[in-house]
């Protein structure tokens, strides 16, 4: 007796799990799982769909479903012979996107998890999904009116016999094709959309899948050139900007710019403009095209020259101009709760927070209360070089004055750290410094009172610093 009591003991645990994971675990594929098989009918019995939309299957069942059954779908590839997902839902209808072209099996089992394989009804119907994805090359062309361009069709699951309507936004005559090819020639500047549907055969007039690209189509393509006012300094950074000599710029234009001081690079993405500084004075010829980003096909270009002289910008008069700075430090730490990156913020908003300027350098201070009655007050002092080159030294104090909790406080100490003017795309100068890894521990002292163990200096230690002007809000 006791050898029982002790092998129904050791028993005992495996019973459990085997119960728990035999009433939680999904339907098994056997069919000597299932007790049951009916005729549930499931509409769209026949489905074709495309990639990305969503689509609605109701399970016309004979009655309610019990209050702990469950419809268990599964989306099965037929030709991959696997599931794309499964989903479990409370009623009798499926809401599924289907994630990529192929032909699929719905396949439906009404399940009572409580009793886990013992109570399946599989549905003996299994509406077939026939999901497509078509693609339009060129996915967006940027072209000029009275030149033909060629457009062709990809399609993934493509019927026997696909045709294709092709619609070019123009308001000319569709054109229906057996041919995956087709040109057109636009006769006005303007933005059109392009519609290609997909059918399956000569006589079919339902709709399989669709595709849209853009077209953006102007009268000339000719640029111009804008630099920045003179004269151009070098250290300095200069704002160019290209525009059409008639019609409209296209739509997030793709502009490679050569500076003729051996920089080659993109412009600002989906900007008409780019941001260089010269490091020597002299006559460099600046050249910018127009590309399509599709064929790499160059649509137009220009070149302008400039003039480039050696700085004699009175730096410290435009670190003057400034009124905000921004302070961030980052840096594998250790505290009480672990390790992980450690980040510290200082500086105010675009409310709070303003610079004050004196004869070496600025100070600013702030305070703010919050709505759970947290008292916010920091202050910063620093002080410049007579060029405006470097923060030779520089004091950050922040403390969070909480009403259910110790005060916390953050002290920041930047020593020698170089900044550099830069100017934005709108004009305006500004001065920042970016210092990255290692050598970050050489600027830098960090105090925090929240239970701060150490700092470590790696390749993930960053310290940004910007000073600029900022409107208050």
């Not at 239970?451 to 993930?460: A, C, K, N």
């Amino acid at each position: 007796m006791r050898l029982k009591v002790v092998c129904l003991s050791l028993l005992l645990p495996v019973l459990i799990v085997s119960f728990f994971y035999a009433a939680c675990k999904e339907p098994e594929s056997a069919a000597s799982q299932y007790q049951i098989e009916a005729d549930i009918p499931i509409t769209p019995a026949d489905l074709n769909g495309q990639v990305g939309k969503e689509y609605i299957f109701t399970a016309h069942l004979d009655r309610e479903l019990g209050s702990t059954e469950k419809c268990y779908w599964i989306i099965r590839n037929v030709e991959e012979g696997l599931s794309e997902d499964n989903y479990i839902s409370d009623n009798n209808k499926l809401l599924w996107t289907f994630k990529k072209a192929g032909e699929y099996k719905i396949i439906l089992d009404v399940w009572d998890p409580e009793s886990g394989n013992s109570n399946i009804t599989r549905s003996t119907s299994t509406p077939l999904a026939h999901i497509r994805k078509v693609n339009i090359t060129p996915s967006e062309l940027i072209g000029e009116p009275g030149k033909s361009y060629s457009f062709s069709v990809d399609v993934e699951n493509r019927p026997r016999e696909p045709e294709y309507l092709w619609n070019f936004g123009d308001g000319t005559q569709t054109e229906r094709t057996q041919s995956n090819t087709l040109s057109h020639t636009y006769s006005n500047q303007g933005d059109y959309v392009i519609t290609v549907s997909l059918y399956s055969g000569a006589a079919s007039t339902d709709i399989l899948a669709t595709a849209t690209t853009n077209a953006q189509i102007r009268t000339n393509l000719g640029l111009l050139i804008v630099p920045p006012e003179s004269p151009i300094y070098t250290a300095v950074d200069s704002v160019f900007r290209v525009q059409c000599e008639s019609g409209l710029l296209p739509e997030n234009p793709f502009c490679w710019w050569n500076f003729g001081d051996g920089t080659d690079l993109l412009g600002i993405p989906g900007s008409n403009e780019a941001i260089h500084l010269f490091s020597t004075e002299g006559t460099y010829d600046v050249t910018v095209r127009l590309i399509n980003e599709d064929t790499g096909e160059e649509l137009a270009s220009a070149t302008t020259q400039v003039v480039v002289i050696e700085g004699t910008i009175d730096y410290w008069q435009l670190l003057r101009q400034t009124n905000y700075i921004e302070i961030e430090l980052c840096t594998p730490r250790t505290n009480s709760a672990g390790s992980g990156i450690g980040c510290w913020d200082f500086g105010g908003d675009e409310t709070i927070g303003r610079v004050v300027w004196r004869d070496d350098g600025f100070t600013s201070s702030w305070a703010k209360t919050l709505g759970d009655g947290t008292r916010i007050t920091e202050t910063i002092n620093c002080s410049v070089s007579p060029d405006g080159s470097t923060i030779t030294s520089l004091t950050a104090y922040l403390e969070y004055d909480y009403t259910d909790r110790p005060t916390e406080f953050y002290e920041l100490e930047l020593i020698n750290v170089p900044i550099i003017s830069q100017c934005d795309i709108e004009g305006y100068p500004y001065f920042d410094s970016h210092i990255r890894n290692e050598t970050v521990e050489d600027y830098v002292n960090i105090i925090d009172s929240n239970d701060l163990i150490s700092v470590e200096w790696s390749s993930d230690s960053q310290l940004f610093i910007l000073i600029k002007q900022v409107t208050p809000q």
